[in-house]
Protein backbone atom coordinates (compact mmCIF):
# COMPACT_ATOMS: atom_id res chain seq x y z
CA UNK A 1 0.00 0.00 0.00
CA UNK A 2 1.16 3.46 -0.56
CA UNK A 3 1.62 5.28 2.35
CA UNK A 4 4.51 7.15 4.66
CA UNK A 5 6.86 5.53 6.99
CA UNK A 6 8.36 7.16 9.66
CA UNK A 7 10.75 5.19 11.88
CA UNK A 8 11.46 4.94 14.96
CA UNK A 9 8.47 5.36 16.52
CA UNK A 10 9.84 6.31 19.92
CA UNK A 11 13.46 7.21 20.70
CA UNK A 12 15.47 8.55 23.38
CA UNK A 13 18.00 10.84 23.68
CA UNK A 14 20.63 11.93 25.93
CA UNK A 15 21.15 15.75 26.08
CA UNK A 16 24.27 16.74 23.44
CA UNK A 17 23.39 14.07 21.32
CA UNK A 18 22.17 14.24 17.57
CA UNK A 19 18.96 12.05 16.42
CA UNK A 20 18.32 11.47 12.82
CA UNK A 21 14.44 10.51 12.17
CA UNK A 22 13.53 8.55 9.20
CA UNK A 23 10.84 9.24 6.72
CA UNK A 24 9.96 7.83 3.36
CA UNK A 25 7.36 7.75 1.01
CA UNK A 26 6.34 6.00 -1.77
CA UNK A 27 3.63 8.42 -3.28
CA UNK A 28 5.02 9.48 -5.54
CA UNK A 29 5.31 13.04 -4.60
CA UNK A 30 7.16 15.79 -5.05
CA UNK A 31 7.11 17.68 -1.55
CA UNK A 32 7.80 16.40 1.66
CA UNK A 33 7.73 18.15 4.99
CA UNK A 34 8.36 18.20 8.89
CA UNK A 35 5.88 19.46 11.33
CA UNK A 36 6.17 19.37 15.10
CA UNK A 37 3.89 18.84 17.34
CA UNK A 38 3.85 20.06 21.23
CA UNK A 39 0.67 20.40 23.22
CA UNK A 40 -1.55 23.06 22.87
CA UNK A 41 0.36 24.45 19.95
CA UNK A 42 -0.77 22.51 17.08
CA UNK A 43 1.70 21.75 14.36
CA UNK A 44 4.31 23.92 13.49
CA UNK A 45 6.52 23.98 10.39
CA UNK A 46 10.17 22.70 10.66
CA UNK A 47 11.43 22.67 6.62
CA UNK A 48 10.13 21.54 3.81
CA UNK A 49 11.07 20.29 0.06
CA UNK A 50 9.50 20.17 -3.50
CA UNK A 51 12.27 19.13 -5.22
CA UNK A 52 15.77 16.65 -4.90
CA UNK A 53 18.55 18.62 -3.48
CA UNK A 54 15.98 21.63 -2.38
CA UNK A 55 14.85 22.62 0.53
CA UNK A 56 13.69 25.23 2.24
CA UNK A 57 13.47 26.40 6.47
CA UNK A 58 9.40 26.81 8.10
CA UNK A 59 9.03 28.43 10.88
CA UNK A 60 10.95 26.52 13.44
CA UNK A 61 14.41 25.38 11.94
CA UNK A 62 16.75 26.59 14.15
CA UNK A 63 18.20 23.32 15.49
CA UNK A 64 17.33 20.89 12.90
CA UNK A 65 19.08 19.70 9.54
CA UNK A 66 17.62 17.75 6.78
CA UNK A 67 18.36 16.63 3.32
CA UNK A 68 16.52 16.10 0.43
CA UNK A 69 19.03 13.22 -1.66
CA UNK A 70 16.38 10.97 -2.96
CA UNK A 71 12.34 12.07 -3.55
CA UNK A 72 11.73 9.07 -1.28
CA UNK A 73 12.96 10.22 1.41
CA UNK A 74 13.67 13.48 4.05
CA UNK A 75 15.58 12.62 6.76
CA UNK A 76 15.15 15.16 9.90
CA UNK A 77 18.15 15.96 12.35
CA UNK A 78 17.63 17.17 15.82
CA UNK A 79 21.09 18.73 16.45
CA UNK A 80 22.59 19.79 20.04
CA UNK A 81 22.01 23.00 19.27
CA UNK A 82 18.09 22.48 19.41
CA UNK A 83 17.09 23.50 22.47
CA UNK A 84 13.86 21.80 23.75
CA UNK A 85 13.67 18.95 21.48
CA UNK A 86 10.90 16.89 23.23
CA UNK A 87 8.20 16.60 20.76
CA UNK A 88 5.62 14.44 18.96
CA UNK A 89 7.39 14.77 15.03
CA UNK A 90 5.16 14.27 11.73
CA UNK A 91 6.29 13.88 7.97
CA UNK A 92 4.20 13.84 5.40
CA UNK A 93 3.75 14.42 1.70
CA UNK A 94 1.84 16.32 -0.78
CA UNK A 95 1.73 16.79 -4.80
CA UNK A 96 3.00 20.18 -5.87
CA UNK A 97 1.17 22.49 -8.13
CA UNK A 98 -2.15 21.68 -7.32
CA UNK A 99 -2.29 23.22 -3.88
CA UNK A 100 -5.00 21.53 -2.84
CA UNK A 101 -4.11 21.39 0.94
CA UNK A 102 -4.04 17.64 1.32
CA UNK A 103 -1.55 16.21 3.35
CA UNK A 104 -0.75 12.92 3.60
CA UNK A 105 0.78 12.23 6.78
CA UNK A 106 2.80 9.34 8.45
CA UNK A 107 2.19 8.20 12.06
CA UNK A 108 5.11 10.23 13.61
CA UNK A 109 7.69 9.87 16.01
CA UNK A 110 8.29 10.75 19.25
CA UNK A 111 11.23 11.91 20.89
CA UNK A 112 12.29 11.94 24.55
CA UNK A 113 15.39 14.12 25.68
CA UNK A 114 16.64 12.34 28.76
CA UNK B 1 -0.22 37.47 8.70
CA UNK B 2 -2.27 34.30 8.03
CA UNK B 3 -3.28 32.28 11.70
CA UNK B 4 -5.82 30.37 12.61
CA UNK B 5 -7.85 30.41 16.12
CA UNK B 6 -10.29 27.26 17.33
CA UNK B 7 -11.83 26.68 20.49
CA UNK B 8 -9.65 25.22 23.03
CA UNK B 9 -10.79 21.23 24.65
CA UNK B 10 -11.38 18.81 25.83
CA UNK B 11 -14.56 18.49 24.08
CA UNK B 12 -16.65 16.01 25.94
CA UNK B 13 -19.91 14.42 24.84
CA UNK B 14 -22.35 11.77 25.16
CA UNK B 15 -22.85 9.13 22.35
CA UNK B 16 -25.47 10.84 19.98
CA UNK B 17 -25.41 14.43 21.38
CA UNK B 18 -24.49 17.34 18.43
CA UNK B 19 -20.79 18.41 18.06
CA UNK B 20 -19.60 21.49 16.82
CA UNK B 21 -15.80 22.77 17.39
CA UNK B 22 -15.55 26.53 16.09
CA UNK B 23 -12.36 27.43 14.10
CA UNK B 24 -11.91 31.00 12.68
CA UNK B 25 -9.27 32.31 10.57
CA UNK B 26 -7.51 35.35 9.46
CA UNK B 27 -5.59 35.67 6.17
CA UNK B 28 -4.80 37.48 3.49
CA UNK B 29 -7.78 36.74 0.43
CA UNK B 30 -9.48 33.91 0.18
CA UNK B 31 -7.54 30.87 1.25
CA UNK B 32 -8.65 27.28 1.13
CA UNK B 33 -9.66 25.86 4.44
CA UNK B 34 -9.54 21.86 6.00
CA UNK B 35 -10.32 20.02 8.63
CA UNK B 36 -7.89 17.27 9.84
CA UNK B 37 -8.38 14.54 12.10
CA UNK B 38 -5.65 12.48 14.83
CA UNK B 39 -6.62 9.54 16.17
CA UNK B 40 -4.81 8.16 18.71
CA UNK B 41 -1.22 7.53 18.65
CA UNK B 42 -1.38 8.40 14.74
CA UNK B 43 -0.78 10.42 12.30
CA UNK B 44 -3.31 13.18 10.88
CA UNK B 45 -5.69 12.62 8.15
CA UNK B 46 -7.66 15.27 6.02
CA UNK B 47 -11.29 14.89 7.06
CA UNK B 48 -12.85 17.54 4.68
CA UNK B 49 -12.51 20.58 2.85
CA UNK B 50 -13.60 23.44 1.37
CA UNK B 51 -11.80 25.90 -1.00
CA UNK B 52 -13.94 28.77 -2.05
CA UNK B 53 -16.55 31.23 0.04
CA UNK B 54 -19.74 29.11 0.85
CA UNK B 55 -18.52 25.85 -0.34
CA UNK B 56 -19.70 23.17 2.39
CA UNK B 57 -16.97 20.43 2.83
CA UNK B 58 -18.34 17.09 4.30
CA UNK B 59 -17.65 13.69 5.22
CA UNK B 60 -18.20 10.70 7.52
CA UNK B 61 -21.12 12.85 8.61
CA UNK B 62 -19.04 15.88 9.40
CA UNK B 63 -19.75 19.10 8.22
CA UNK B 64 -18.61 22.79 7.57
CA UNK B 65 -19.11 25.46 5.69
CA UNK B 66 -16.46 28.23 4.51
CA UNK B 67 -18.18 31.56 5.71
CA UNK B 68 -16.06 34.68 4.60
CA UNK B 69 -18.65 37.13 6.30
CA UNK B 70 -17.66 35.66 9.75
CA UNK B 71 -13.75 34.24 8.73
CA UNK B 72 -15.27 31.00 9.62
CA UNK B 73 -15.37 27.48 9.31
CA UNK B 74 -17.16 25.23 12.59
CA UNK B 75 -16.84 21.41 11.90
CA UNK B 76 -20.43 19.84 12.89
CA UNK B 77 -21.48 16.32 13.55
CA UNK B 78 -25.62 15.92 14.05
CA UNK B 79 -24.86 12.31 16.37
CA UNK B 80 -21.12 11.55 17.47
CA UNK B 81 -19.97 8.32 18.39
CA UNK B 82 -17.33 6.88 20.67
CA UNK B 83 -14.97 6.24 17.67
CA UNK B 84 -14.85 9.93 16.75
CA UNK B 85 -13.17 10.45 19.70
CA UNK B 86 -9.88 11.83 18.51
CA UNK B 87 -7.91 15.56 17.95
CA UNK B 88 -9.77 18.10 15.46
CA UNK B 89 -7.11 20.47 13.36
CA UNK B 90 -8.58 23.30 11.33
CA UNK B 91 -6.23 24.43 8.67
CA UNK B 92 -5.81 27.08 5.85
CA UNK B 93 -3.84 26.95 2.93
CA UNK B 94 -3.07 30.67 1.74
CA UNK B 95 -3.72 31.72 -1.68
CA UNK B 96 -1.19 30.74 -4.49
CA UNK B 97 1.82 28.85 -3.76
CA UNK B 98 3.05 25.61 -5.23
CA UNK B 99 3.11 23.56 -1.82
CA UNK B 100 1.03 22.72 0.69
CA UNK B 101 2.06 24.74 3.92
CA UNK B 102 -0.62 24.50 5.71
CA UNK B 103 -1.09 26.74 8.82
CA UNK B 104 -3.05 24.79 11.59
CA UNK B 105 -4.55 26.02 15.11
CA UNK B 106 -3.96 24.36 18.31
CA UNK B 107 -6.41 21.17 18.00
CA UNK B 108 -9.21 20.41 19.78
CA UNK B 109 -9.74 16.93 21.75
CA UNK B 110 -13.01 15.74 21.52
CA UNK B 111 -13.98 12.70 23.62
CA UNK B 112 -17.02 11.00 23.65
CA UNK B 113 -18.43 8.78 25.95
CA UNK B 114 -20.85 5.45 25.75
Known amino acids: DGGITQSPKYLFRKEGQNVTLSCEQNLNHDAMYWYRQDPGQGLRLIYYSQIVNDFQKGDIAEGYSVSREKKESFPLTVTSAQKNPTAFYLCASSIVGTNTGELFFGEGSRLTVL | GNSVTQMEGPVTLSEEAFLTINCTYT??????LFWYVQYPGEGLQLLLKATKADDKGSNKGFEATYRKETTSFHLEKGSVQVSDSAVYFC?????????????FGTGTLLAVQP
Open chain 2, 27 to 32: ATGYPS
Open chain 2, 91 to 103: ALSPLGGATNKLI
